[in-house]
Structure formats: structure tokens, C-alpha cells
């Protein structure tokens, strides 16, 4: 079966970076530069980008485009024969699903949300009022159920239509209306009467407030950013590798996706923080500030019902653009690994994901009783600690194995020739010792780190 190919370079950067920009990011990250000191902390992220997430995901992408195969086989292609580097495709594989459990739900939300901002069902509600909307949502198995079914059979309609009529051009089309949407917001907010204290707080570096929370947790969640927000580590990049050619260099690629990523990341912060400042909201973090927040932010705002739409349909951009391109590499695994045709992937991946991604949506209702880490958690959350603390790390350290070793993974030698293959920025030989040693220390640490976050608060 001959393989399919994207039709071009932009094409590969906007499906990319859709899969980079997701909902996490986008509400997480205003917060997290907030509380560590606006504009300093940017500066710290960014150097971790650099240092410790470039090359990562530059490692991602090369074991895709070498191997010309998704995760279910390109471990086998490269590899030496005799070592079994192939077991992690399973693993890599079970975070796709496992991902799609309750991010679908998730996108579902987004989808509810956009529905009611635009029908005005926020109108001339208090904070009260919002805060229980979002309340009557969650404990609605109906409606939970319904969008997150929604978004499913949307996504999996989408990669249906094929690689390059499908996948890529639907998201080209989102990614693009999603930069416009961001820009327009941010335009917007920043320009209300009364957004300079925002931006001051968002913008003006404050290294007395980022030494406040304690160099250790701002290494912490400075590393932590640049990680997460790249979604490396269980194939979900290496799969648009395998699609692209040899014209340009994987190192120069991956720096316009993560620096794209960070821009939508950055310009979410001019929309929310302003505007939280403006209208005497506290910019939280997690799915309360999008929520049960920023509708009262919407509501206090002139033409407030219009920008609260545009706010969700851009969110629903970023929830749908990880969607997809999270399925397209759930439909390779059995395109690769089995030979089956695109449209069988697509008819049983969409069943099996329906069904996998029902106890997330009714863990906030019928199933509510189940609180796997402890009282007040959810489905939702023991999913998304299997991913964020275990499979992400554990897999990003699989695939910097992989690169750095000669013997007895792909090797040193064999990563270089494929990420600097092709026009554009080079990705320095020189690195070797601090990506064999220096990168595996850092990824473990946040592994650590991320247990004793959750279970030694």
C-alpha cells in the first residue's frame, strides 16, 4: 500500500501545531506565567523550550519520517535486530486511546459552551447562575454523552475524507481561522478601557513574585510547560514525520511549530488576563476559569454575547485540531499494523473510542462515585494521569534513548542524517553528550516530580 503524503510544508506545520495547541495549554498557560511572574517566567519557559523540548520532538519526528510509519511499526524498521524498542508501540498506542478518552468529553464541553454563548443563555446571569449552568452540564449524562459522541464521529468524518483532502485541508481551514480568532480577541482585550493593569501583571517581568513561588517550582512548571505543551512522547508527532519529505530540515520545522504553539499559548494570556483584571475576576487555572469564569467576563463586556462566541469558537478549533490529529495516528496504528484500509480504521476506531470515552463522560454524573486518587477526583483525572505523568515522560525518554544510542538503539549517527537532511536550521552534533545524559536526568525528574506533586501535596 503505497503511503499517502501531505501536499505541503504549511500543511505539516498547521497539522502539527494543531496537535501541539491544545485546551490545557491554552487555559493553563495565562495562569501558570501569572503566579510566576509574568513576563520572567516567559523567559525561563522559553529556554527550556529550547534546550529540552526542541530536541525532543525533533527526535519524534525523525523516527517518523525515517521509518515512513506510524508508531506501530517505525520502532521496528529502525531498530537492531534483536532489541525489542517495538513493545513501546503498544504503550505509545494505549495514550493515544487513553487521551481521546476524555479529551473528547472535553471537546464536547467546548462544543456545549459555544451553543450557549451563542443562543445568550449566559445573559443577565450572575456569577451564581454560570457556575451552576456549568453544574446542570456536568451532571447531565444526556448531554455530556451526546456532545462527546459528537465530536468523536466529527473527528473521525474529518481523517474519513483521507490524509491530504481530510486531515489536512479541514485543518488548515481551523488553524487558520483560529489565528484570526486570537488575534481579533486579543486585539480586543487588550484595547478595554482599564487592560493595562492586566498587561502590566502579564507582561512586566517581576522576578521578586517568581522567587516568591520558590526557584524549585519554577523549574518545575517552567520544564513542565515546555514538555506538555509539544505533546511528545507516544507518537502523536512522529506519525506527520512519516507523511512529509526530505526537503526541509526536522530541527527548523519543529522550531515554527513550537514557536506557532507558544504564540497561541501567549496571545491566550492578552484575552484572559486583561480582561480577569478589567472586571475583578481572578485569573484561575483548570476548566473553572473557561467555565464558570470568563462568561461573567463576557457578560460585564460591550458586545459581550459576540466575543464570548468567537472566545468559544476558537476553543473548539483548539479542542477539534488535537482531535484529529490524535486520530489520524490511531487509524495509522491499524493501517500499519494490520493493512487495513482507511475507512475500516476510521469505522472501528470510531466504535471503539464511543465506547472507551463513556466512563469519562458519565464519571461526572452516573458514575461520580468513582474517585480513583482520592476524594474529589474523577475518571477524567486518573485518565489524565496515566498520560500527563507516566506515558508523556516515559515515552519522550523511549525516544532520546532511541537517538542517542549507537549500540543498541537507532543511534546518534542514523538521528543526525534525518533531522538535518533537507533546507533550513541544523540540529548541532555537538549536543550528543547533553542529550544522552542531561535530557534523560531532566525528563525523570518531571516524572518524579509529578508523583509528588499529586500524591505528597
Same mark, same amino acid.
Given at each position: ?13 498547521? =497539522?502539527?501545531?494543531? +496537535? ?53 511499526? #517505525?520502532? %521496528? ?20 486511546? /487513553?487521551?481521546? !478518552? ?28 454560570? #457556575? ?42 481551523? !488553524? ?10 486579543? =486585539? ?48 502523536? !508527532? ?5 507523511? =512529509? ?34 472586571? %475583578? ?64 480504521? +476510521? ?56 537517538? +542517542? ?27 550528543? /553528550?547533553?542529550?544522552?545524559?542531561? =535530557? ?18
Amino acid at each position: 500500500m503505497q503511503r499517502e503524503k501531505l501536499s505541503s510544508r504549511i500543511g505539516f506545520i498547521l =497539522i502539527s501545531a494543531g +496537535c501541539a495547541i491544545g485546551l490545557g495549554n491554552v487555559w493553563r498557560f495565562p495562569y501558570i506565567v501569572g503566579k510566576n511572574g509574568g513576563a520572567a517566567f516567559i523567559l525561563v519557559y522559553l529556554i527550556f523550550l529550547v534546550i529540552f523540548g526542541l530536541p525532543i520532538m525533533t527526535m519524534e519526528f525523525g523516527v517518523g519520517r525515517a521509518s515512513r510509519r506510524s508508531i506501530a511499526t #517505525s520502532f %521496528n524498521e529502525l531498530e537492531p535486530k534483536g532489541t525489542k524498542w517495538h513493545w513501546y508501540s503498544w504503550v505509545g498506542m494505549a495514550g493515544n486511546y /487513553l487521551l481521546m !478518552m476524555f479529551y473528547t468529553t472535553v471537546t464536547g464541553w467546548m462544543f456545549a459552551y459555544l451553543i450557549k454563548m451563542a443562543k445568550g443563555d449566559f445573559v443577565g446571569c450572575d456569577s451564581v447562575a454560570v #457556575s451552576g449552568q456549568f453544574g446542570e452540564m456536568l451532571g447531565n449524562p444526556t448531554m455530556l454523552v451526546g456532545f462527546m459522541f459528537f465530536a468523536v464521529a466529527l473527528g473521525f468524518l474529518i481523517c474519513s475524507m483521507g490524509l491530504e483532502k481530510g486531515v489536512e485541508k479541514v485543518t488548515k481551514v481551523m !488553524m487558520t481561522a483560529l489565528l484570526v480568532i486570537i488575534v481579533v480577541l486579543a =486585539i480586543r482585550s487588550v484595547t478595554l478601557p482599564g487592560a493595562s493593569e492586566g498587561l502590566k501583571y502579564y507582561l512586566v517581568p517581576d522576578f521578586k513574585r517568581m522567587m516568591e513561588q520558590g526557584i524549585g517550582n519554577v523549574i518545575f512548571d517552567a520544564l513542565g510547560q515546555a514538555f506538555f505543551t509539544l505533546s511528545i512522547g507516544m507518537g502523536s !508527532m512522529a506519525i506527520f514525520g512519516s507523511y =512529509i519529505s526530505r526537503d526541509r530540515s526536522l530541527f527548523g520545522e519543529t522550531v515554527s511549530i513550537a514557536l506557532l504553539d507558544t504564540l497561541v499559548a501567549f496571545s491566550a494570556g492578552l484575552i484572559i488576563i486583561p480582561s480577569c483584571f478589567i472586571y %475583578n475576576v481572578e485569573p484561575g487555572a483548570g476548566p473553572g476559569l473557561i467555565f464558570q469564569t470568563l462568561p461573567n467576563v463576557f457578560n460585564a463586556m460591550p458586545g459581550g454575547r459576540i466575543w464570548g462566541t468567537l472566545f468559544f469558537l476558537f476553543m473548539v478549533f483548539a479542542a477539534l485540531s488535537t482531535v484529529v490529529a490524535v486520530f489520524e495516528n490511531i487509524i495509522a496504528f491499524g493501517m500499519d499494523k494490520w493493512g487495513w484500509s482507511r475507512k475500516k480504521s +476510521c469505522l472501528i476506531n470510531f466504535i471503539a473510542i464511543s465506547i472507551l470515552s463513556l466512563p469519562c463522560a458519565l464519571g461526572f454524573n452516573v458514575l461520580s462515585f468513582i474517585q480513583p486518587l482520592g476524594e474529589g477526583t474523577g475518571i477524567l483525572d486518573l485518565e489524565d494521569f496515566i498520560i500527563s505523568n507516566n506515558i508523556l515522560p516515559l515515552g519522550s525518554l523511549v525516544y532520546v534513548l532511541f537517538c +542517542c544510542s549507537d549500540k543498541y538503539g537507532w543511534g546518534w549517527k542514523n538521528f543526525l542524517e534525518e533531522a538535518n537532511a533537507g533546507k533550513g536550521a541544523k540540529f548541532s552534533s555537538k549536543l550528543r /553528550l547533553y542529550a544522552k545524559y542531561v =535530557i534523560p536526568v531532566i525528563i525523570i525528574y518531571i516524572w518524579v516530580q509529578g508523583y509528588i506533586s499529586m500524591f505528597f501535596k
